[in-house]
C-alpha cells in the first residue's frame, strides 16, 4: 500500500513548479530584450536603407525581379515589379539588354559597373549601373543585387565646372594670341586701304584687266582684314573683363529687334519659315540689352544654317516659375549626335564645314548667359532637329537694376 502524501511532499512539489514558473520567466524577459534588440537593430538597417537614394533591385538568374526598395516606388509609381523581368520594368522592352551587367555578374561572380544613358521624357539622362552577386547558400539560387543611380544632375556640374575651366584656360590663351595678330592685322589692312585709295592713279596707265585684279585683291584683302578683326574681338571676350552697366531688359524687344536685323538675311533664305510665340506680360529681367541680341543673334544664325528645305526655326518666350524668362529657339534641321552635345560649348568646336565657322559663337553665348546668372541648355535629336533654352532669372523691381555695374 503506498505511502501517504505527506505536507513535506506537496510544498517540495510546489517549491519545484515555483522555480520551474521563476525560469520560464526569466526566458521570457530575456526574449523580450533579445527582441526589442532586434526590432532597434531591424529598424536602424531600415533607416539605413531608406538612406539610399540609389534605386535597388535584387535579381534572380532569368533577371527577374525579386525585391525592390522604397527608392523604385518614387521612380516608377504605381508599378508591382515583383515577379517580373526588369529588362520588361526597366526599358519596356520584351527581350534582354545587350551588355547585360547583371548577367555579366552572374557569369563572372564579381561585382560589375557600367555607365550608360537612356533618352527619358525626351531628354538624355546618365546613370551609373552596378551589379554585385549576393552571397547566398550555395544549394538556394543565386541572385544579385543591383543599383542604379541617377548621374545626370551630377554630370551637367561636371560639364560647367570643366567648361568653366576650359573658358579661364581659353581666355589666358586668346589674349595671348589676339594682341599678337591685333598689330599685324592693323598694318595689313592699313597698307590695304592705302592701295586701294592709289589704285585710282593707276587708270590709264596700266592696262585695264590689270587694274581689275588689283581692286579684287585689295577688296578681298580689307574685306578678311575685318573678318578676322572680328574674331579678335570675339577672342578679347574670353579674357578681358568687360564693365557694363545692367539696366531691365524686355526679352520680347531683343527677339523682335535681332528678327529685324535679320530681316534680310532670312529673305536670301526663303526656304525657311520662322515663327514667334512670344509671352505677354513677360517680366523684365537684368542685363546687358546689346550681349543678349548677340546671343539670340548667334542661336537664330546656327538654326538656319542646319536648316535644309523647307525647314521652319520657331522662337518663343515664356515666364519661369521664378519670375524670369525662358527663351527657346527650336529648329527641325540636321541635329546634333550624343557625341557632339558634350562639346558644343566649347571654344574653336565647329560642326559647320571649313569656312563657314570658327566655332566660338556658342562658347561666347554660354559666357554671355552664364555671366547674367542664367545658363543654356540643348536638346537635340540627329535628323529631327535641335532647340537651344535659355534660362534668365527675372528681377522682382526693375528700377534697382539700372543702378548695377558689372564686369564681364
Not at 63 to 79: A, D
Not at 246 to 266: A, E, Q, S
Request: charged content about 25%; proline content about 4%.
Amino acid at each position: 500500500m503506498p505511502g501517504k502524501t505527506t505536507l513535506e511532499d506537496l510544498i517540495g512539489i510546489e517549491h519545484c513548479k515555483l522555480g520551474f514558473y521563476q525560469e520560464l520567466q526569466q526566458n521570457v524577459a530575456q526574449l523580450s530584450r533579445s527582441n526589442m534588440k532586434l526590432d532597434e537593430k531591424r529598424k536602424e538597417n531600415q533607416a539605413l536603407l531608406d538612406g539610399i537614394t540609389d534605386m535597388m533591385i535584387v535579381l534572380s538568374e532569368d533577371l527577374t525581379i525579386k525585391r525592390v526598395n522604397h527608392v523604385f516606388h518614387r521612380w516608377y509609381p504605381g508599378v508591382d515589379p515583383v515577379e517580373k523581368s526588369c529588362h520588361q520594368i526597366l526599358r519596356g522592352k520584351s527581350t534582354r539588354c545587350e551588355e547585360c551587367p547583371a548577367l555579366k555578374a552572374f557569369d563572372c561572380n564579381e561585382v560589375v559597373k557600367d555607365f550608360c544613358i537612356y533618352k527619358v521624357d525626351g531628354k538624355y539622362r546618365h546613370y551609373e549601373i552596378i551589379a554585385s552577386p549576393l552571397k547566398t547558400d550555395p544549394a538556394s539560387e543565386r541572385q544579385v543585387l543591383l543599383f542604379k543611380r541617377d548621374l545626370t544632375r551630377e554630370k551637367e556640374y561636371q560639364a560647367q565646372f570643366y567648361q568653366a575651366e576650359k573658358m579661364a584656360t581659353i581666355g589666358t590663351l586668346a589674349a595671348g594670341v589676339a594682341h599678337e595678330i591685333n598689330n599685324p592685322l592693323t598694318a595689313i589692312s592699313g597698307f590695304a586701304e592705302g592701295l586701294q585709295r592709289r589704285v585710282k592713279k593707276l587708270e590709264g596707265v596700266v592696262p585695264e584687266e590689270m587694274l581689275s585684279d588689283f581692286r579684287e585683291y585689295t577688296r578681298t584683302i580689307i574685306d578678311e582684314g575685318l573678318r578676322c578683326q572680328d574674331i579678335v574681338r570675339n577672342l578679347l571676350t574670353f579674357s578681358r573683363p568687360k564693365c557694363t552697366s545692367l539696366g531691365p531688359v524686355d526679352m520680347n524687344g531683343c527677339v523682335r529687334d535681332t528678327l529685324f536685323l535679320l530681316k534680310h538675311h532670312f529673305k536670301r533664305q526663303q526656304h525657311i519659315t520662322i515663327t514667334t510665340r512670344l509671352a505677354e506680360s513677360l517680366p523684365s529681367i537684368c542685363g546687358d540689352e546689346s550681349q543678349l541680341k548677340q546671343v539670340i543673334l548667334n542661336l537664330l544664325t546656327n538654326a538656319c544654317d542646319a536648316i535644309a528645305e523647307g525647314g521652319k526655326v520657331e522662337i518663343s518666350t515664356v515666364e519661369t516659375e521664378t519670375l524670369g524668362v525662358k527663351l527657346v529657339i527650336k529648329d527641325t534641321g540636321c541635329g546634333i549626335s550624343l557625341e557632339n552635345l558634350d562639346k558644343l560649348f566649347e571654344p574653336f568646336y565647329t560642326t559647320k564645314p571649313v569656312g563657314q565657322g570658327v566655332g566660338i559663337g556658342l562658347s561666347t553665348c554660354y559666357s554671355i548667359v552664364r555671366n547674367h546668372g542664367g545658363e543654356i541648355v540643348v536638346d537635340s535629336t540627329p535628323g529631327s532637329g535641335s532647340a537651344f533654352e535659355v534660362r534668365l532669372p527675372g528681377v522682382a523691381d526693375s528700377g534697382s537694376c539700372s543702378e548695377q555695374t558689372f564686369c564681364f
